[in-house]
C-alpha cells in the first residue's frame, strides 16, 4: 500500500477534552485519513460532531478511561487540566503523548515555575506560598506591584490578581485565602508572544513563527505574525521554546507564552502541551496547521514544514460577538483576506471563545487592520434589517 497511503491511515487517535482543540485535530486527523474518539465529561462537547467516536465520562473514572485507552493507538490531551493521576493508571494501556509528566509540570504554576528555574530557563521571579501560609509574607518576598495567582487551574487570568499598590495587599489576602499561590514580579512588558513548538518521539523539532499577542481583559484578542520584534528578540524566543521542548522530553506540541520587557528581554510566562489559541493562524498561514503537526507528532510520522505562506492575523471570536443577537456572518466573510472558524457551541456567553478568523494580506500591519475592521464587521447591521435583530 506505499505511495498512496494517507499520512494518519489506519491509526486511531484518542483526545482527552473535547473542547475547541480537540474539535480542530479531530478535523486535522480526518483529513488525514485517521480516526479519533474523544474523552470528554460534558455532554455534546466541540469535538465530539466531528470525531469518530465520543465517550462522555469523568477523567477519574478509571475503567471508561481504561475502555477508552485501549481502542486508541495514541492518546493525547487538548486540555491543561485533565488531572494527571488518572493517566498515570492507563500509562501500560497505549501511548500517551506528551507524557503525563509534561501535563504534571505544566498544569500547576508553582510546579511550573520550579521546572524554568531548575531548568535555567528566564521568567518573573517568584515566591510561592502554600495552603494558609504567609501570603502577606510572600508578597513582602517578592515585592509590589505583584501578580498572586492560584497554583492550580489557572488560564487566561482567571485566579489572579495584580497588586499595584500596597492598598492592594488586604483583598488579595481575602481572595486567596486558603489557597496556595505563586506571587510573581509584575512585569512591566513591552509586549507578549508566544510560540507553538513540535517534538517527535526521535527528537526532531520544528518551532511555528513568533506570534505576537494582543490580550483584552486577559483573553487573547488578536495574534499578529510575523511578530513585529526585532529579528534578535523572535529568534531568542524561538531558540527557548525549543529546549524547553527537549528538556521537558516533548513528544507531541507545546504552547509557550513570553513576556517581552522594555530592554528586549525574553522571560517565558507559561508552557501548554498541547496546541494553543495563538496558533490558530497556522491554519490558514502556514504550510502545516498547529493541529496537523499534533497529530503528525503524537504518532510518529515526520514532522510537516513550519513555513509561513503570508502574514496573518487571528482574531478570537467571543460570546460578547453576541450581546446584539446573531453577529453579522455575511459582511465578514465579504471581508477580503478572510478565513473564518467556528467551533459548533450552541451557547454564547461573554468571554466564551465561540470560533476565530484569520486574516491574510500582504504585510501584517494591514492583516491588523484589516482584522480590526472584521471585528467591527460582526457587529453590524446587516443591509436591509432594521434594529433589534433578534
Ligand atoms: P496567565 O494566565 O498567567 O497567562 O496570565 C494572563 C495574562 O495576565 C498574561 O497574558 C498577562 O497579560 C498578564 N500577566 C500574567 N502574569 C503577569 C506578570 N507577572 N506581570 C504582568 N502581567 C502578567
Keep these: 500500500m506505499s505511495g498512496n497511503q494517507s499520512l494518519l491511515n489506519g491509526t486511531t487517535i484518542g483526545v482527552l477534552g473535547g473542547g475547541q482543540l480537540g474539535r480542530m485535530l479531530a478535523q486535522a486527523v480526518k483529513r488525514l485519513g485517521g480516526r479519533i474518539q474523544v474523552f470528554e465529561p460534558q455532554a455534546s462537547c466541540p469535538a465530539s460532531a466531528v470525531a469518530d467516536k465520543t465517550v462522555t465520562a469523568p477523567y477519574e473514572d478509571i475503567a471508561a478511561l481504561s475502555a477508552f485507552a485501549r481502542e486508541c493507538d495514541v492518546i493525547t490531551y487538548e486540555f491543561e487540566n485533565v488531572p494527571a493521576a488518572p493517566l498515570r493508571a492507563i500509562e501500560n494501556l497505549t501511548r500517551l503523548r506528551p507524557h503525563w509528566r509534561v501535563l504534571e509540570t505544566a498544569q500547576n504554576r508553582s510546579r511550573e515555575k520550579n521546572w524554568l528555574k531548575q531548568n535555567g530557563f528566564p521568567h518573573a521571579r517568584f515566591a510561592e506560598v502554600a495552603a494558609g501560609g504567609d501570603l502577606i509574607g510572600g508578597i513582602g518576598e517578592v515585592g509590589v506591584p505583584c501578580v498572586v495567582k492560584t497554583a492550580d487551574f489557572g488560564y487566561d487570568g482567571k485566579g489572579q490578581f495584580k497588586v499595584m499598590s500596597e492598598s492592594d495587599i488586604p483583598e488579595a489576602a481575602q481572595r486567596f485565602a486558603g489557597q496556595p499561590v505563586v506571587i510573581e514580579q509584575y512585569v512591566d512588558f513591552s509586549c507578549e508572544v508566544s510560540v507553538v513548538v513540535a517534538r517527535s518521539e526521535n527528537g526532531e523539532t520544528a518551532v511555528f513563527p513568533v506570534s505576537e499577542n494582543i490580550h483584552t481583559n486577559h483573553i487573547l484578542d488578536f495574534s499578529i505574525v510575523p511578530a513585529r520584534l526585532p529579528a534578535v528578540v523572535t529568534a531568542a524566543a524561538e531558540k527557548m521554546a525549543r529546549e524547553v521542548a527537549e528538556k521537558i522530553d516533548l513528544v507531541g506540541v507545546l504552547g509557550v507564552e513570553f513576556f517581552v520587557t522594555k530592554s528586549g528581554a525574553v522571560l517565558i510566562n ?7 489559541n495563538s496558533g490558530h493562524y497556522t491554519m490558514d498561514a502556514c504550510v502545516t496547521s498547529q493541529f496537523e503537526q499534533q497529530a503528525r507528532a503524537i504518532c510518529g510520522r515526520p514532522l510537516g514544514a513550519v513555513t509561513l505562506n503570508s502574514p496573518v492575523v487571528m482574531v478570537n471570536i467571543l460570546g460578547d460577538a453576541w450581546a446584539k443577537g446573531e453577529p453579522n456572518w455575511p459582511a465578514l ?29 500582504t504585510d501584517a500591519d494591514t492583516a ?23
Design 368 to 390: 491588523l487592520l484589516l482584522a480590526k475592521t472584521g471585528k467591527q464587521l460582526l457587529r453590524a447591521e446587516p443591509a436591509g434589517e432594521g434594529p433589534g435583530r433578534a
Design 270 to 276: 507559561e508552557l501548554a502541551p498541547r496546541t494553543h
Design 333 to 361: 466573510q465579504a471581508h477580503p483576506g478572510t478565513h473564518l472558524h467556528l467551533y459548533g457551541k450552541s451557547e454564547a456567553r461573554p468571554g466564551r471563545k465561540m470560533g476565530h478568523f484569520n486574516v491574510l494580506a
